[in-house]
């Protein structure tokens, strides 16, 4: 019995050590913690209602946040703050976004909070008012993979200011007030492959701006005030796909302005006010897939504008001016547009309904792509008072063949008139701004479509089409086709003479 008790006692006095042992040393890793970390105030616990800086984290404890959000209020805060030290306390801090709510809040990068953060891969930082970003501001990071800076008031980028950051994918510099940007801005990024400047007040690309981008994917200058775009902005972006240039001020697109972007696969340059694209204008684009242009002011297109983009296939030309498009301005395209995914848009144009069309009627029928068959049917052409005229007759003698006039018969053709369809064919719309009447295209017999040559004369078609005099017991009919042939002849005669 004793000798049991002696056990037990002995077992329990050392469990006891053990504990008091295992107590002390807790005390001392908590003392030696405290001690190293007593002059930093935890940035994602902060009790002090009145910081400048509040950070909310996913894991708020000492050391072990890795995502930080904060909000820079109560009048903001500035580079030489000591609360940016208390950063320390939460070293490995992976994604870190600053919200300012002050006007001013944030007039600077917080380059201290940067230089001491080891881990930092995401900074993003929203309505500062931070102006210019000096020379090295992200301290020649070596873990930085993207940078926001979303509306903060930036007008001026030193050079060197995105420089040495060789884990940087993506920088984003939209809706800012940038103006331009000088040789050197963007240093010894080797992995960068997205550049957002959007929304910024652009006027001027110096040469060689970007050349240190070889690497570059995607650049967005998309609404700006670009005016001129010439081969030297895009030195060095050889791997380039993406190129948005779209609402800016381009007048016109010279020779080989896009040359030096080997890799070129999407432009997008609508709504600026492009009237000339020189013919080797889109020279060197030989991997470009699609070309954006829609809402500039172009009236015609020189025929050999697309020979270099051989593998074009979405082409957007909507609300323009073009009179026409040639089938020999497409030549070199013409079969990508019978793909699947190919798309070609021409809506709201002012393409006139004549034979230089035509070649669409075969698109139409060729092509795979739903979408282009869709945009095709929709497209409409301005006609002329003849054509006008001559539908009308057409409609009339179609309507006669319908109740089985075999008399009107012989004056067309179902071949001749191909699917034309009387019953579909109501719309000719007037233009009530311009006078003009407009018409779907492809509701208009393709062989009637009259042809703007110098040396016009009536196709044969044409000519069996007025020979109509055979229907003459009709008043009405016959006063129709007096007047078509008088306006042929006059149309004739004026060209002639
Ligand atoms: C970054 O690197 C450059 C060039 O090596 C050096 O001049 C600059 O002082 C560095 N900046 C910082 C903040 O480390
Ligand atoms: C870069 O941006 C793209 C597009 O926004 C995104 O999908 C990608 O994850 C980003 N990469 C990094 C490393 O942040
Ligand atoms: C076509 O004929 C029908 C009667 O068969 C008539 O109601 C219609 O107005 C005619 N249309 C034209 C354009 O003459
Ligand atoms: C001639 O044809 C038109 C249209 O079909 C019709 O409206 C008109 O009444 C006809 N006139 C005569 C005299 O038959």
């Not at 848009?345 to 698109?363: G, M, P």
Request: proline letters at 2%; hydrophobic letters at 35%.
């Amino acid at each position: 019995m004793k000798v049991k008790h002696f056990i037990v006692m002995i077992a329990f006095a050392i469990i006891e050590i053990n504990l008091t042992e295992s107590y002390e040393n807790d005390r001392i890793r908590l003392k030696s913690e405290k001690t190293h970390y007593l002059p930093y105030v935890n940035v994602c616990d902060v009790q002090d209602r009145s910081s400048k800086v509040h950070c909310y984290c996913e894991n708020p404890r000492y050391q072990s946040a890795k995502k930080a959000d904060c909000w820079v209020f109560n009048g903001g805060i500035d580079e030489g703050d000591p609360f940016w030290s208390n950063f320390h306390s939460q070293p490995k801090l992976e994604k870190l976004t600053f919200n300012v709510r002050t006007d001013g809040g944030l007039s600077d990068i917080p380059s201290k909070v940067i230089v001491r953060l080891d881990h930092l891969q995401y900074l993003n930082i929203r309505y500062g008012q931070i102006s210019c970003i000096p020379s090295f501001a992200f301290t020649n990071s070596t873990t930085l993979k993207e940078i926001i800076l979303y509306k903060d008031k930036i007008t001026e980028l030193e050079k060197m200011a995105f420089a040495n950051l060789i884990m940087l994918v993506n920088i984003s510099l939209s809706d800012n007030q940038i103006t331009e940007i000088e040789k050197d801005v963007f240093y010894f990024l080797p992995n960068l492959q997205r550049l957002n400047l959007a929304r910024n007040t652009l006027e001027v690309l110096h040469d060689g701006c970007f050349k240190h981008l070889s690497n570059l994917i995607k650049l967005d200058l998309n609404n700006n005030l670009l005016t001129v775009v010439i081969r030297e902005n895009f030195q060095g972006l050889a791997n380039l796909i993406t190129l948005n240039m779209g609402n800016n001020k381009l007048s016109m697109i010279g020779d080989l302005a896009f040359a030096e972007l080997w890799s070129l696969q999407e432009l997008y340059l609508e709504n600026n006010e492009i009237k000339f694209i020189s013919e080797r204008g889109f020279g060197g684009l030989t991997q470009l897939r699609k070309l954006f242009l829609a809402g500039n002011k172009l009236e015609t297109l020189d025929n050999g504008v697309f020979d270099d983009i051989q593998k074009l296939n979405v082409l957007d030309l909507r609300n323009n001016k073009l009179e026409t498009l040639k089938q020999e301005t497409l030549r070199s395209v013409a079969d990508n547009m019978k793909s699947n995914y190919a798309l070609i848009f021409l809506e709201n144009n002012k393409l006139i309904c004549d034979c230089r069309l035509s070649w669409l009627y075969k698109l139409r029928d060729e092509t795979q792509s739903k979408k282009i068959r869709e945009s095709l049917t929709q497209l409409e052409c301005i006609l002329d008072d003849a054509l006008k005229n001559n539908l009308a007759y057409i409609k009339l003698q179609r309507n006669k063949t319908g109740q089985t006039s075999s008399k009107t018969t012989k004056m067309y053709d179902k071949e001749e008139l191909g699917d034309y369809d009387v019953s579909q064919d109501r719309v000719i719309e007037l233009d009530p701004t311009t006078g003009e009447f407009r018409k779907r295209l492809l509701n208009i017999p393709k062989n009637i479509l009259p042809c703007p040559n110098h040396e016009y004369a009536p196709t044969q078609d044409e000519v069996k089409y007025y020979k109509t005099s055979g229907s003459g017991h009709n008043v009405t009919t016959w006063l129709t086709s007096m007047y078509i042939l008088i306006n042929l002849v006059r149309g004739w005669y004026s060209e002639r003479f």
